[in-house]
């Protein structure tokens, strides 16, 4: 008596855990459930194999650029309150402007520039400061020369953009793929924009900051990543489990529909068509444009990216490409045999 007690209390307690809880990754599990319903029509076993690998965002040596050290002798300069200068360059002189990120000297490099270019105006006809202008203007012509590795360190050699790559997050759920990242691609495409502005007073930082913001907050790449990574490695599965079928038992092994023909077209048309399908257009769309922002915004930057992640981060082949491509190609390929042979899809027909 006490073990059918326990047994039906365990039941009510497995009922209440499925019942009430969604899944923690409804993508996923959208997924495997797919590969389940086919394993259970072929009577194919669900092989265990190892997911598709994904290349890890650079490190930061690998991704940021060395900035030659500007040359000191600023100090003449602190008496120019009028120019603005002298509260900047105690700013970078203090103990916090010594350890500034890459955004955080990037704007005061921004600012430095704007402000430096509005003090050689006020000193343009000061005779007496003839000497202080020419000084003045070589620190601001090499600070320029050093503006495009700073902008680089700051926007895709950045922890924040490492960080929204980060693969440590779930796929897109299905309902948000669609829409997926709409404000990420704006903001890309706004930095790429105002790049050319860095250092120019045309820039408002507010500008610069906006864009750059929604980036920090956003997992985007990430989940993009994760979700081409389930979609090969299910989609791998279940044309795997097609081919095997195949060359073992024809599903339609005299050209005519069997019961279990009849219950692939459905989960076919009902399953795949409807839920994985769409899915994975929006994945594969929502990859495609972020690729296209960063090169957009690599190609934007007026420096040589590090080689390591032009490779990788920069070159669609070091990407999740290659295996989301050959898993859609192979799963349509394995659906193709079947349903020709069922006469269920013309021959010929894509």
């Avoid at 704006?186 to 007073?201: F, I, K, N």
Wanted: with cysteine; net charge negative; glycine share 6%.
């Amino acid at each position: 008596m006490m073990h059918t007690v326990s047994a039906r209390a365990l039941w009510l307690l497995a009922i209440l855990v499925t019942s009430g809880c969604a899944p923690a990754d409804p993508a996923t599990a959208m997924l495997a459930e797919y590969e389940q319903r086919m394993a259970r029509v072929l009577n194919v076993a669900v092989a265990e194999r190892p997911q598709p690998e994904l290349t890890p965002w650079p490190r930061t040596r690998d991704r940021t650029l060395a900035v030659p050290p500007q040359r000191t002798g600023l100090g003449g300069f602190l008496s120019l309150h009028r120019c603005d200068l002298g509260s900047l360059i105690g700013e970078r002189s203090s103990q916090l402007g010594r350890v500034m990120s890459a955004p955080a000297r990037l704007h005061y490099e921004h600012r430095f520039l704007v402000a430096a270019e509005r003090c050689l105006t006020k000193l343009a006809g000061d005779g007496d400061r003839a000497a202080l202008r020419e000084e003045l203007e070589a620190i601001v012509e090499e600070k320029r020369r050093g503006l495009p590795a700073w902008a680089w360190n700051a926007t895709l050699g950045s922890a924040a953009l490492a960080a929204a790559h980060s693969l440590d997050v779930m796929p897109l759920t299905p309902e948000a793929a669609e829409e997926a990242g709409r404000s990420e691609l704006a903001a890309m495409h706004g930095l790429a924009a105002r790049l050319p502005e860095l250092g120019r007073p045309t820039l408002e930082l507010s500008d610069w900051d906006e864009p750059f913001e929604t980036l920090a907050r956003s997992s985007l790449p990430g989940r993009l990543r994760r979700s081409a990574q389930a979609l090969s490695h299910h989609l791998n599965g279940v044309a795997e489990m097609l081919e095997a079928r195949e060359a073992s038992r024809p599903v339609c092994p005299q050209g005519n529909i069997t019961r279990d023909a009849d219950i692939l077209w459905n989960i076919f048309r009902g399953y795949y068509v409807e839920q994985v399908q769409p899915y994975l257009v929006a994945v594969d769309r929502a990859l495609r444009e972020w690729q296209t922002a960063l090169e957009a915004l690599g190609a934007a930057q007026q420096v040589e990216p590090p080689a390591l992640f032009g490779q990788t981060v920069l070159s669609p082949e070091g990407g999740i490409w290659p295996d989301l491509d050959q898993a859609r190609e192979r799963h349509v390929a394995a659906w193709r045999v079947v349903l020709v042979s069922c006469g269920l899809l013309p021959n010929g027909a894509t």
